[in-house]
């Protein structure tokens, strides 16, 4: 019998405590686990707020919540695995974001692939 491969350990750090709180919820009913304390997570849960400063994350496996903005940003700064998603990402994006950046893939929404449209003149 095989043992099942372990879960990647998270951990959430997101301005907004209510959106921190879902994103945990989701995670922990998905049987991720929290990273202990000191240790360092598979994968780091950012939002935008880390976009004016994201060095510390530098070489981490993250899963962004927020703007097109991280497609800018994180292909240099995560070589190992990375995932965009708006803030209102369902909980299964989010879950298969967790699995693909921990698992060293690029996970983003289909829409995302192509650039923004652009906003027509009148």
């Excluded at 060095?55 to 695995?81: K, N, T, Y």
């Excluded at 965009?84 to 989010?94: F, I, Q, V």
């Excluded at 693909?100 to 829409?111: K, N, Q, R």
């Amino acid at each position: 019998m095989t043992t099942a491969p372990a879960r990647p350990t998270v951990l959430v750090t997101l301005g907004s405590a209510v959106l921190a709180a879902g994103v945990t919820a989701i995670l922990g009913g998905a049987e991720f686990l929290t990273a202990p304390d000191g240790s360092e997570p598979d994968v780091l849960i950012v939002d935008d707020a880390w976009l004016d400063d994201p060095s510390p994350l530098d070489g981490a496996a993250i899963v962004s919540l927020g703007s097109r903005a991280w497609l800018e940003v994180l292909p240099d700064l995560c070589p190992h695995g990375w995932a965009a998603l708006p803030a209102d990402a369902t909980p299964a994006e989010l879950i298969a974001a967790v699995h693909g950046a921990a698992a060293g893939l690029v996970t983003l929404p289909p829409a995302w692939l192509t650039p923004p449209d652009e906003v027509s003149l009148p």
